[in-house]
Every structure is written in C-alpha cells, then in structure tokens.
C-alpha cells in the first residue's frame, strides 16, 4: 500500500452549513397557566381494579393538615391548603374510595398539570391537577377495622413474636409456611360480625363474604353417599335391592336370568336322566355336582338357574381373545356347535346384555362373573363354597373372592361344621372359602387415597 495521503480535488465544494434563515418557519405554541377556581381537576389511577365508567363519586373536601405554616404565592393554591375525598358506595357490595396517598421523598414535592390543546389557535392551556388512587373496600369492612386493629393489638398471641423471628432468621421452608398461612388466615371478631360459624366464634365481615361465596358454589354439590351410591351403580355387577329383608330378596332369578330365558330354558331332560338314574355330564364342575340335588329337590326354578349358569359358563369358555382385555364372541355357526340345543333362544339375549358389537371388554367380562357368583350362591341357598366355582372360571383364590365380595358377600374360611358336612380336612380346607350373604349388606368401598407429602 502507498504511504501517501490521499488529496482532495481543488474543484471539489465544501458542503455549506444550513444557516438559520433557511430553516422552514415553525409554529409557535403559547402556553398558559390557568389560575384556579376553588375545584381543580383530578388525575385518578386504578391500581388493582377494572372501574366501570358508570361509577359516580360525591367529593369531599377538607383543609390539609401539613400546609405550609407560612404559604408563599406558590402554595396559596387550594391544591396545596386542602386536600379532596371521592367516595362512591354505587356498587352492591364495595365502596370506592378515592385519595392522594402520600409515599414520602421527592415525590410528595411533584405536581401534577392538565393541559388542553387548541390547534386552532396554536395555544395549550394547563391548569395544577391532583392525583388521587382509587381503592375498593368490602362494605362494612372498612368501618370496623380501626375498632379491629387496638383489639388485635391488645390480644396478639405470642405466635406472632415467634413468627416474626422466624421470618427473619427461619429456613426457606419455615418462612414460606408462615407466610401462607397469613395470607390464607381468616380472622375472628366477637365484637361486630356478619356470620357465626360451627365453633362458636364470628367472622368478619370478608370472611363472612368469603364463606357465602363458598356455600353457593358448593351448594350443588353431590355428597359422599350420593357419590358412592352413583358409582356403585356403574359397577359391572347385578343390581341388588339395597331394601330387602332377607337374603332371598336381593337377587332374584327372574332378573339374572331374564323372564324371557326363564320360559325357553328346558330342564326336562335333566328331570328324566335323573328319575332314571342316569349320569349327566358337563363342563362345570360346580353344575355337576350340583344337578342330582336341584332335581330331587323339586325346584324347577332353581334348576332353571342352574342350567342357565352353565349355559354363561360354555360361552365364557368360547370366547376369543381380540386384544389386551377384551375378547369377542366366535361366529355363530362355530358358537352353536360348541352350545348344542343349550344355546337356542339364549344367545340374543346373552349379546344383549353381557356384550357390545359382540365384543367383551373388561367391564363386561367383570359383569359376566358376578352374575355368574350371583347364580351360584342362589343355588347354593347363599352360601358356596367358592372352589368349584374358581375352577370353572380358572381364577385366582384372590380374584374369586374378590368378585363374591363386589355382591355383597363376606368371604372367610369354612368353619368346622361347614367341613365336617363337606369332609374336608383342615389340609384340603385351606384351598376352600366359604361366601355367605348376610344382611346388611357389604360392598367394597372405593379407595381414598391421600395426596402425597412434598
């Protein structure tokens, strides 16, 4: 690079200043100071608060204490000797009060100006302004805290001590849980209230608010026994009459098995292999056992019940699994095969009730077995012994009790009687229990659980 300077051309113009004259003439604004007229405007903020336009205050004026002792021609104005109160009590519920607060230092010494523009006239009128913040107080409450605040000052407990010494040098956790609950605290005051609650003290008149608000909003509000009363409805399992006198009249057969399906069921032919002494075999274990008794016992309607309970169990053995929990009923041509003459006239009526679109989800599947413990336990005079039932169903012992109990039924060891009438030992006892339905009865109630600590 070359170490010589650059030189300007000769004929090149230096670029002139813009001289003053040039300069466009500009409009000139006169400014005056209004004097004032005993009222003065008013510059009014709203912190906190959404005002309606519609709120309209009454004003009140009173002279200021602080004046200046000796005024100067600046602090003659009214601005300076007195001080103004807006008030407005339109509202329902809270008065709107309207002040100059004083914060200390410089800025108690700003003013304030309103200025109108006439671009007509190019001139800007300004006149002295307060400055006042509006506030809303509950009704009734403003009135009865200075008569509140010698009363907490004279019956401070000693907590408060403690908590002040405790913000100041306590942990983070110890701080924080004092300041929440003083801003949660809701006082008392015997002297002047608006309510009295249960334990025998009084609100004030925010808290009584508070509280009403809360009573309306939980007004409609279901209780614990309409809530438990609703999901035990929804439960997959038959609906037992809550108002019976006697185990016999909780479940009835007509409504687990339909009146329809109680006029198709046939039982004759077990009625006839039977008086001849023929076996009868089956798929459950609990309907075997049971067939030679319910017939030379004489009660058709039991039988009935019996047979019906074997016709869920051959359908449950048939059913397809189609994904995690849920499974379908095979196609019919297949179904009635497996069924025989059995399943005429009750499959419908099967699909109807225990199924959607031919399909089993969990709560359908859970409904089936309970109204299958249900059949069992009226055949079995309301008391079984749930092993033969386990076996069919292939359960659990945890699963099987579980789904007696969803009835109503307490379930617990057979006694000593129930094992000699059976012959069992107390070795084979112990894979059996015993599933009583006794009055009251006792469902199993929805589980609570309580929120974790953090």
């Known amino acids: 690079m070359s170490d010589k300077k650059r030189k300007r051309a000769d004929n090149a113009e230096r670029p002139r200043k813009r001289i003053a004259s040039e ?4 409009q000139v604004i006169k400014v005056s100071l209004l004097p004032e007229e005993g009222w003065a405007p008013v510059i009014a903020t709203t912190p906190g608060l959404s005002l309606s336009p519609n709120v309209s205050f009454e004003p009140y004026q009173n002279s200021r204490q602080n004046a200046t002792a000796r005024p100067t021609n600046a602090s003659k104005s009214s601005v300076s000797t007195s001080e103004i109160l807006l008030h407005s009590s339109t509202h329902p519920k809270l008065d709107y009060v309207a002040r100059q607060e004083n914060s200390g230092g410089a800025e108690n010494l700003v003013k304030h100006y309103i200025g109108v523009y006439d671009p007509s006239k190019g001139e800007v009128q300004v006149v002295l302004a307060r400055k006042l913040v509006v506030r809303g107080t509950l009704r009734g409450a403003a009135t009865s805290a200075g008569d509140s605040q010698d009363k907490d000052r004279e019956t401070a407990p000693t907590l408060s001590a ?30 002047k209230s608006s309510q009295v609650f249960a334990g025998g003290g009084s609100l004030d008149p925010l808290a009584s608010a508070i509280v009403e608000s809360m009573q309306e909003a939980s007004g409609s509000m279901h209780t614990r026994e309409e809530l438990q009363i609703a999901v035990d409805e929804g439960k997959p399992r038959p609906k037992a009459n809550l108002e019976a006198e006697t185990p016999a009249n909780v479940y009835k057969l007509e409504d687990l098995v339909g009146v329809d399906a109680m006029r198709t069921l ?12 023929t076996n009868i075999e089956t798929g459950s ?3 075997s056992k049971r067939i030679r008794r319910t017939v030379e016992s004489g009660d058709v309607k039991r039988l009935k019940g019996l047979r019906y309970l074997l016709f869920l169990l051959d359908v449950l053995r048939c059913l397809e699994p189609k994904a995690k929990g849920i499974k379908r009923l095979p196609v019919k041509e297949k179904l009635m095969s497996a069924l025989g003459s059995l399943g005429e006239g009750l499959l419908d009526g099967f699909r109807r009730k225990f199924t959607q679109d031919n399909q089993l989800t969990k709560w359908y599947i859970d409904n089936l077995m309970t109204h299958i413990c249900a059949l069992a336990l009226i055949i079995d005079n309301y008391e079984v012994d749930v092993y033969d039932v386990r076996e069919d169903l292939k359960l659990e012992n945890k699963e099987i009790v579980q789904y007696f109990q969803e009835i109503g039924c307490t379930v617990s060891a057979p006694t000593d009687s129930e094992r000699a009438r059976t012959d069992l030992t107390k070795a084979a006892a112990v894979a059996h229990k015993m599933a009583r339905l006794r009055l009251p009865l ?11 600590r953090k």
């Open 266 to 277: 046939m039982v004759k032919e077990w009625q006839d292999k039977v008086n001849s002494n």
């Open 162 to 191: 403690k908590s002040t010494l405790s913000l100041a040098f306590g942990t983070k956790k110890v701080q924080k849980a004092i300041r929440s609950l003083t801003e949660n605290a809701i006082t008392s005051s015997p002297a």
């Open 23 to 26: 300069a466009p003439h500009a």
């Open 442 to 452: 006792k469902f199993p109630k929805n589980r609570v659980f309580a929120a974790r």
């Open 285 to 287: 274990l609990f309907v």
